[in-house]
């Protein structure tokens, strides 16, 4: 049986990298969900679906999911939004807090 906590904490870093990327992702295209996932042999992937899909790969773990397509960011203002406040620092809060929560879920 795999211990997707253990994976998730070793592959930590590099799910951060590829959540900031989908964060990014989701602004710049409301209509997908952006997906990080990670593999049985704990190799990281990211993909899209539609916003609003429930498409998922076997033998993976959903660990981050960005899809703006509620968010409150008016159409021709993504450029302004970016520079109104830091985007990476805003994407890691986001993106550490959905890994940390898919821990906390699995250990319980």
């Avoid at 996932?37 to 993976?60: C, K, L, Q, V």
């Avoid at 406040?85 to 986001?94: C, K, L, M, P, S």
Wanted: hydrophobic share 40%.
């Amino acid at each position: 049986m795999i211990n997707w906590v253990k994976l998730i904490e070793e592959k930590r870093e590099e799910l951060f990298e590829a959540g900031i990327q989908a964060y990014k992702d989701a602004w710049e295209s409301r209509n997908l969900r952006f997906i990080v996932d990670i593999g049985e042999g704990g190799e990281i992937s990211s993909w899209y679906d539609i916003a609003g899909g429930n498409s998922f790969h076997d033998n993976t773990y959903k660990v981050i999911e960005f899809c703006a397509e509620y968010w409150e960011i008016p159409d021709g203002e993504i450029e302004y939004e970016y520079k109104k406040f830091d985007i990476n620092e805003y994407a890691a809060g986001a993106v550490d807090q959905q890994i940390d929560n898919v821990i906390a879920a699995l250990n319980i």
